[in-house]
């Protein structure tokens, strides 16, 4: 840009916006002192600093520098411009702390500085703007609560846009985000300050009508005061955004987009639970008739010497997370909810574990040093049953690298098959109905809440079957299916799951936006706020870009929260089903009813009596398979037992109830028993070392103490 510009003494207007202008910003444009309209030279390629002399355009009343590469600090002398009514300094590399001076023009009705660098809290001299209806600050890195005098001073906004920071705000539940912020914005009409930290339940002012509302990727939760307030409904139909990253409850208005997926708020207990209690119910009634029918006292069943060695292990696991449940559930759970300040309501059950965690140091460092604790003794756990568990350890089978290698390509196909349902869940959980691939509404409940039932399926009867049909066909051995049960039932449980979350979930790499069907729509986000006539010149400021809502930003002290929320309810669920549903399917199996009932089917299938086939009725049980069950929910517990206190007693009732199933049908129905070996301890190790990363990633994402 040519000095010489500066010559220009009796000019009113400058625009040289939308060109390929490069270099400094000239000092002498603070020569320019005729300007009244506009100082526009937005959409360039100016580096270097915003020039201090442009604070000697008095009678300037609109500055627009946008869309370039400034970088430096807000020149403070901007504050000498009395009568300026719009700063525009947007999309810049501008650092530092807001200039107090901006306080000083009393003129001004638009302020824009979003994406820059400014950070520290918001100046308090802001309240003096009396004439503010526009004030855009997002994808900054302004920090500290939102300062009292939003909700004292006199100033009407009727834009407010903060997204993308890290301001934060703990309001009492009778006030309420947009009154805290907006007490007196009568005329609030667009409202955007998502990604942030603001903490409390989202209140409307009352009797209103919002152009705007986008307050996702919050910590609100609670039910929605919205007050007769309601969203105005646009041509595009993209004008709300609440739920993702929030934790909403209760009935939400018409107007909140995706409300019709149960799993992106917080649901009632019965509503989230109520099916898988009811089934674990029926299958202890299952389980008293079967008992009844088949002569089978309850002291039989509740109380025995163990007589084979797999129910000796087993009733030393169940021991042995009685034993953890005990030292780990009433003072995890109890610390749990003492610091459980992520969210003012939230899913109620995840209160007692760490996953709402947060704002509490003393609490923080005491679950810290828990969890080495918890840590300690499971190794010493693990050691211990390496030394003392009544099995015997077998060597698997000599493979030739033939065998290996048809063994680990066949195994990796089908443990991908396997994987299916939770990745389904995983998916169910981040997808809302409106997709680019097709899947209703329906189909995402029947994946969520259908996963712990086909988990619990495919790990207790579809994995030990195909391990042993693979073992017998590649010429291997009962000790490696055992392994790779174990193996299977840690990459589907875990693995998939954990990465597809991941991957997937809002605040992580959130690759559901690439089929959420708004964002597959170019513009469908972008949002344009009238700001008035300025000097006769009408003017618009773009609030709202269309890569706002659908770039993603991982956020991951959301993303670590969201990761440990999808594995608890899946791991709970099909846990309920391992421990009350899996021993009366046991029983029922081992029955002269059934045995009847399943070699009639195998003589249909031509299957029976063949050699080598033995080891496929269920009257011989293979021990390979029932080890790797109960090394399984032992790994369970290691992985997640410390962030999810109530895991370890479940894998003991579960492994309890396994043991007197196993030994009724051993003693009641002549079931035997094949290959008594224990399954390497390897695994275990593994399990614990993913726990601690578990918990060591979970601090670290949340910035806990």
């Not at 002290?557 to 999808?566: E, I, M």
Request: glycine share 6%; hydrophobic share 50%.
């Amino acid at each position: 840009m040519p000095t010489e510009l500066g010559q220009l003494a009796r000019l009113d207007y400058f625009g040289l916006d939308a060109n390929k202008l490069t270099g400094t910003m000239p000092t002498e444009l603070g020569a320019l002192t005729q300007l009244v309209t506009s100082l526009i030279i937005n959409d360039n390629s100016f580096i270097g600093s915003v020039p201090t002399e442009l604070g000697q355009l008095t009678s300037l009343h609109f500055i627009k520098l946008s869309e370039n590469s400034l970088t430096g600090t807000m020149p403070t002398e901007l504050g000498l411009l009395a009568l300026l009514n719009v700063i525009n300094l947007s999309d810049n590399s501008l650092t530092g702390t807001m200039p107090t001076e901006i306080g000083m023009i009393t003129t001004l009705d638009t302020l824009v500085l979003r994406g820059n660098g400014f950070s520290g809290a918001l100046p308090p001299e802001l309240a003096r703007l009396d004439s503010l209806a526009s004030l855009e600050l997002s994808q900054n890195s302004l920090t500290g609560p939102v300062p009292s005098w939003l909700t004292a001073s006199g100033v009407l906004a009727i834009t407010l846009v903060m997204s993308g920071n890290r301001l934060t705000r703990t309001v009492p539940s009778e006030i309420g985000l947009l009154t805290a912020l907006a007490a007196l914005y009568t005329q609030i009409k667009n409202l955007t300050v998502f990604k942030n930290n603001f903490v409390g339940r989202l209140t409307l002012p009352a009797n209103s009508t919002l152009e705007l509302l986008y307050v996702h990727q919050n910590r609100l939760s609670c039910s929605i005061r919205a007050h007769n307030t309601t969203v105005k409904a646009s041509s595009q139909g993209y004008n709300t955004l609440v739920l993702p990253c929030n934790m909403l409850s209760g009935s939400l208005p018409e107007w909140v987009q995706m409300r019709e997926v149960p799993f992106m708020y917080a649901q009632s207990v019965q509503d989230t639970w109520g099916a898988v209690f009811i089934i674990a119910g029926l299958g202890l009634f299952l389980l008293v008739l079967v008992m009844a029918s088949t002569k089978v006292r309850v002291s039989e069943f509740l109380w025995f010497t163990p007589t084979t060695e797999i129910v000796q292990l087993s009733m030393w696991s169940a021991r042995l997370m009685c034993l953890w449940s005990i030292a780990l559930c009433p003072t995890m759970v109890g610390m749990y909810y003492a610091g459980a300040n992520y969210f003012e309501c939230g899913k109620m059950w995840l209160r007692g574990t760490i996953t709402y965690l947060s704002d509490d140091p003393v609490v923080e460092w005491v679950c810290a040093a828990a969890a080495c604790i918890f840590g300690g003794g499971a190794a010493l756990s693990i050691r211990w049953l390496e030394l003392h568990a009544p099995t015997k350890d077998h060597q698997p089978k000599h493979l030739s690298l033939r065998q290996q290698g048809t063994l680990v390509l066949v195994w990796g196909l089908a443990m991908g098959l396997f994987s299916l349902p939770s990745f389904t869940y995983a998916i169910s959980a981040a997808l809302p109905p409106e997709n680019t691939i097709g899947v209703d509404s329906i189909t995402l409940k029947m994946a969520n809440h259908g996963a712990g039932f086909m988990l619990w399926a495919i790990s207790a009867h579809v994995i030990p079957r195909s391990a042993r049909l693979l073992a017998r066909t590649t010429g291997s051995d009962l000790v490696t299916a055992g392994r790779l049960i174990i193996m299977a039932r840690l990459l589907v449980s875990l693995v998939v799951p954990f990465v597809v979350t991941l991957l997937m979930h809002e605040g992580c790499l959130s690759m559901w936006l690439r089929f959420w069907t708004p964002c597959s729509e170019d513009g469908s986000f972008t949002s344009k706020a009238s700001l008035g006539p300025i000097m006769n010149i009408p003017k618009t400021m773009e609030i709202l870009k269309h890569s706002d809502i659908c770039a993603p930003n991982p956020k991951w002290s959301s993303c670590a929260r969201n990761v440990l929320d999808v594995l608890t309810d899946l791991w709970s669920s099909k846990l309920i089903f391992a421990a009350f549903v899996s021993p009366v399917v046991t029983i029922l199996a081992a029955t002269p009813a059934a045995q009847s009932a399943l070699l009639w089917i195998f003589h249909k299938a031509k299957h029976c009596h063949r050699a080598g086939d033995d080891q496929f009725r269920v009257a011989a049980i293979s021990i390979d398979s029932e080890a790797a069950g109960i090394v399984m929910l032992v790994d369970l517990s290691l992985v997640l037992g410390f962030c999810v206190p109530w895991i370890a007693p479940l894998c003991s009732i579960a492994l309890a109830l396994h043991a007197a199933a196993y030994h009724v049908v051993v003693t009641k129905f002549g079931v035997t028993l094949q290959n008594e070996a224990r399954p390497s301890t390897s695994f275990l190790w593994v399990s614990l070392a993913l726990g601690w990363v578990l918990v060591a990633w979970f601090y670290f994402a949340c910035n806990l103490h």
